[in-house]
């Protein structure tokens, strides 16, 4: 089945459903400006399901409908994971091998985000959902710098441990801080260090779009719910894999998970 | 509602005097030490305000001249109050703006009598602002007889953080009028690290607005307003936290913010900073705190955020024994503790709700008289709104079942978004349901003796005594080094900040915590 729509209890049914809220307050024309909005946004028919003012001026609708649209699951551009997923010990046993010492990585929350939540859950030792971080990889050397680095120190010190890798994570997008953050990083790096010498460059966070590699100019992207041993996977499968060669050209569909 | 869990006090005695060892050494350290932050705080208090062209605080430039010249190991007092009398400054910002641009050169007095004459000069100056502390704690008091306590407990607490304070302040209105007893605004992202607190009123943050002065009395008169209008008083609280722990102290007192964060170790785990440094601002900030009559609200949930909440539920009982320990010794009293703890037990986790209960209930029985801050769930909080919101019900059912102080509103669309109007107004409702359904049922409710609740409580217990004991013998600093907390190491002799710490010279003089240690 390549064209689908949304289900509700019926296929083919189409039904969703919505909430928002709308800078009036609650009376029968409140809710006929929902509906009119639910049309425009192509529920047809519109059920008014909730409505309740809030404060003065507000009022939170919840509505349900039925949508047209349709979905063709066949032109849907995703990134697949393009690495095989191994575990701890093969991690280990595959950069003994081939790299014959431990793969230095560097991580941190640059810019003013403090939020290490996602750095931590990938490097601490502790880990996220049961899987341990890179701190517990034995053949993984890991510098993790916490938060409100400055881009300069993150160079600094990814020179000093001859980073392999640098995983930056970044939690705060408000005005586009995480996408700002990751350019002047990513410029950076280009800039101290020729192509070749530079270390793999990953940025990690719940909303970056995992297409936005090549323009961000990194080599990958990791999105929600990423876990340590997938990191990990990709770490072995692209530094393991280019011995010598600069990073292949980097393409939005490239990155993974 | 103590005596539910049958705890034994020999126990809960033992933990206090363990904690007492391994905080000790730690207070000895503060108070053999100073740092930029606690000397500027004290040129706040002395009345040094507004900022340079650049928006570097005149404190800042002062104390850096003073440095400069003399070091810090003397504090500042002497140096400068030496100078408005050799110079003939009698405006001490003035002075700092001729320091600033060179014209003043400092010296430690020499001469006896200078030394006294300037001792007193600082004595005074210091002692106006702690004038102006004390009469805003007069007026809160005033205030509150006026309008009138919460009625219910746990009182309410509600963030709001849009990075601009004039649109804080109709959120925090909008907030208060809703239900919130309690209104913070979050600081903007990178605060913490900034080693100058920014000047005005401010409309650029990220993930949340600058504490200045000015805002903090901006936000207080508002919600002056609004708690004449409810017939409330809504509290504001703010964070004395990061490398301007002791300024922001002293700015909280001079403009009535009630509640401050103020943990002893979460600048440490959390931002990096340097042991040293942290101890010694926090135990100013603290004694500034309970001078103020501001009740701190301190960190624990955060451990839990990175390690497990059930394998380091001892490490939030040991932080709160620290935290309690630290508090006394700086002043504070039992109802200005607001310990904290959270609901952070991953729900995947079979009888993750009956071990929340056990660990809630033994903060209760811990700090019967301290109005603990209980946190709601953050890291288990998917996106799955509808999951969120039900996890944020039992979350608030614990607060109700357990006594806590402060309930700090849980949001369905944590880690999703900050927090829409809409969604605020879900939690509230959340919060409402739970207080009027079920708000008195701890009187109903006894856990069974020597049942799953009391057996985990105990168990939380022994292994925070046994954790104490292991940092009393190897010192908190070292156990800090090792990463016992939150799985984060940090040694003593690193972090951010540490050049802005001196350890005492002989002859060493603070007016402002001479007064507070009076």
């Known amino acids: 089945m390549t064209i689908i729509r949304p289900y509700g209890d019926t296929t083919g049914d189409g039904m969703v459903q919505l909430s928002f809220t709308l800078p009036i307050p609650h009376d029968k024309r409140a809710e006929g400006a929902a509906l009119q909005l639910a049309g425009k946004m192509g529920m047809d028919p519109a059920m008014l399901v909730h409505a309740k003012q809030m404060g003065d001026g507000f009022t939170f609708f919840v509505v349900y409908g039925k949508v047209n649209h349709l979905v063709d699951t066949e032109k849907v551009v995703v990134v697949e994971r393009d690495f095989p997923l191994l575990s701890a010990k093969e991690v280990n046993a595959v950069i003994k091998r081939r790299l014959r010492r431990r793969l230095n990585v560097v991580g941190a929350c640059i810019g003013t985000d403090a939020h290490t939540v996602g750095i931590d859950a990938i490097l601490n030792l502790k880990g996220i959902a049961g899987e341990k971080g890179l701190e517990y990889y034995r053949e993984l050397a890991v510098t993790n710098m916490g938060a409100q680095v400055s881009v300069p120190e993150l160079v600094e010190t990814a020179r000093a441990q001859k980073a392999d890798a640098v995983l930056v994570s970044q939690v705060v997008t408000q005005r586009d801080a995480h996408l700002q953050n990751t350019r002047a990083m990513s410029a950076a790096f280009r800039e101290a260090l020729p192509e070749g010498k530079r270390p793999l460059l990953i940025v990690g966070g719940p909303r970056f779009d995992e297409l936005m590699a090549g323009e961000l100019g990194v080599d990958r992207i990791f999105g929600r719910g990423t876990t340590p041993r997938e990191v990990a996977s990709y770490l072995v499968h692209a530094l393991t894999a280019r011995p010598t060669a600069p990073p292949p050209p980097l393409t939005g569909t490239k990155a993974a998970l | ?518």
């Open chain 2, 1 to 518: 509602m103590a005596g539910k869990l049958n705890l034994d006090p020999t126990v809960v005695a033992k933990a206090r005097r363990l904690a007492e060892r391994a905080g000790g050494p730690v207070v000895e350290l503060a108070r053999s030490h100073t740092t930029v932050s606690v000397e500027r705080a004290v040129l706040r208090l002395a009345g040094v305000h507004g900022a340079d062209s650049d928006g570097i605080p005149w404190v800042n430039r002062l104390v850096d001249a003073v440095r400069a010249d003399v070091g810090l190991g003397h504090g500042v007092s002497l140096p400068v109050f030496h100078a408005m009398r050799t110079t003939g400054v009698d405006d001490i910002t003035v002075l700092a703006q001729k320091a600033a641009a060179g014209a003043v050169r400092f010296a430690v007095p020499a001469k006896k009598a200078e030394a006294t004459a300037a001792r007193r000069a600082a004595k005074r100056a210091t002692g106006d602002g702690l004038k102006v502390v004390d009469r805003r704690r007069a007026e809160r008091d005033r205030l509150i007889k006026r309008y009138g306590d919460p009625q219910q407990r746990p009182w309410i607490y509600l963030i709001v953080a849009t990075g601009d304070i004039y649109e804080d302040i109709p959120q925090a209105q909008a907030a208060a009028r809703a239900g919130a007893d309690i209104i913070a605004v979050i600081r903007s992202t990178g605060q913490s690290l900034l080693d100058y607190v920014p000047e005005g009123a401010t409309r650029e943050g990220f993930a949340g607005t600058y504490a200045t002065q000015e805002n903090f009395r901006l936000m207080r008169a508002a919600l002056d307003v609004t708690s004449k209008e409810l017939g409330r008083y809504v509290r504001l609280t703010n964070y004395a936290s990061g490398l301007c722990m002791p300024e922001m102290a002293a700015m909280a007192g001079m403009e009535r913010l009630d509640m401050m964060l103020n943990d002893s170790m979460y600048g440490i785990l959390f931002r990096d900073i340097n042991p040293i440094r942290t101890f010694v601002d926090q135990r100013f900030s603290r004694q500034v705190h309970a001078r103020a009559g501001i009740i701190i609200n301190t960190g624990e949930d955060n451990y839990l955020t990175t390690a497990d909440a059930v394998e380091a539920a001892h490490t939030v009982t040991v932080s709160q024994l620290l935290n309690e320990f630290f508090a006394h010794e700086a002043g504070l009293a039992d109802w200005q503790l607001g310990l904290g703890h959270a609901f952070e037990i991953n729900p995947e986790v079979p009888e993750s709700f009956r071990l929340e209960l056990a660990h809630a209930l033994l903060a209760r029985e811990l700090f019967p008289d301290a109005p603990l801050k209980w946190m709601p769930p953050t890291k288990h909080m998917t996106g799955d709104v509808f999951r969120g919101n039900l996890l944020d019900g039992f979350f608030n059912l614990v607060g109700a079942l357990t006594g806590q102080g402060i309930l700090l509103v849980g949001m369905m669309t944590e880690a999703v978004v900050t927090p829409w109007l809409s969604d605020r107004d879900i939690a509230l409702q959340n919060v409402r349901y739970v207080l009027a359904g079920a708000g008195n049922l701890h009187e109903d409710f006894v856990p069974a003796p020597g049942g799953f609740i009391q057996q985990r409580a105990e168990r939380v217990l022994s292994e925070a005594v046994d954790l104490l004991d292991r940092i009393a013998d190897d010192t908190l600093l070292n156990a800090i080094a090792d990463g016992t907390f939150g799985i984060m190491k940090r040694p003593a002799d690193r972090g951010k900040g540490l050049d802005g710490v001196a350890k005492h010279e002989d002859g060493y003089y603070n007016p402002v915590t001479e007064a507070l240690e009076a």
